[in-house]
Each structure stands twice: as C-alpha cells, then as structure tokens.
Nanobody, 123 residues
Framework: VQLQASGGGSVQLGGSLRLSCTGS????????LVWFRQAPGKEREFVAG???????YYADSVKGRFTISRDNAKNAMYLQMNNLKSEDTAVYYC??????????????????WGQGTQVTVSS
C-alpha cells in the first residue's frame, strides 16, 4: 500500500491541526494504522495507533489532545491535534500494518510509511 500524508504546517501554541493520510493500492479498513513523529536529533516515536475494531492507543504526551481516526470510505486515516505545544514540533509519519501487533509502538514493526509532513508549533 502507498500512503500519502498531508496537513502539516505552522501553528501557534495552543492551536490545532488535522493530519491526513490516504492509502492507495489496497484497502486500509482492516489495517493497524499509526502515527509516529520524529523531531530533529531524536528517534522516531509513537504518537497514536488505531487497531481494527477501533481500539485506540496514544502516547502519554498526547493523550487528551490528539485523536486518531479512520474513514474507510475514503481509505484514509487522520490525526486531529489540539492544544499544540512546542514539543509537538516534528515530522509526522503515518504507517500501516496488515495485522495489529502488541509492539505497535515500535516503528520497526511497520513496512508501509507515508512520506512525512512537518508540524511546527511556535509561540
């Protein structure tokens, strides 16, 4: 599956952004879908995950602020980000996996990646 991420940009502290990730080549409706992010000089880190059946998982740092969702009709996934903080500044990547894994937070588990979209939060 090919993934195309979009929706990044520059936003002020406390602002909101909605990232999108559209799939092509096969359906994402039964995939495990996740968002990771990578800040300069840091490792890629798990942000949010959506298990088939709609169970959702979040990094502690984004709980209560970010929401992951999917739209099967559009073969897409989203990350709604509210109350953005400076530490949210990073390149955000979407990824998909045919089967859910208990190691969903490990970026090595995913072979299908979007190209990344930059999110910059400034004061």
């Amino acid at each position: 599956v090919q993934l195309q991420a979009s929706g990044g940009g520059s936003v002020q502290l406390g602002g909101s952004l909605r990232l999108s990730c559209t799939g092509s080549g096969r359906t994402l409706s039964t995939d495990a879908l996740v968002w990771f992010r990578q800040a300069p000089g840091k490792e890629r880190e798990f942000v949010a995950g959506l298990r088939p059946g709609s169970s959702k998982y979040y990094a502690d740092s984004v709980k209560g602020r970010f929401t992951i969702s999917r739209d099967n009709a559009k073969n897409a996934m989203y990350l709604q980000m509210n109350n953005l903080k400076s530490e949210d500044t990073a390149v955000y990547y979407c990824a998909a996996r045919v089967r859910w894994t208990v190691a969903y937070y490990d970026y090595n588990q995913y072979e299908n990646w979007g190209q990344g979209t930059q999110v910059t939060v400034s004061s």
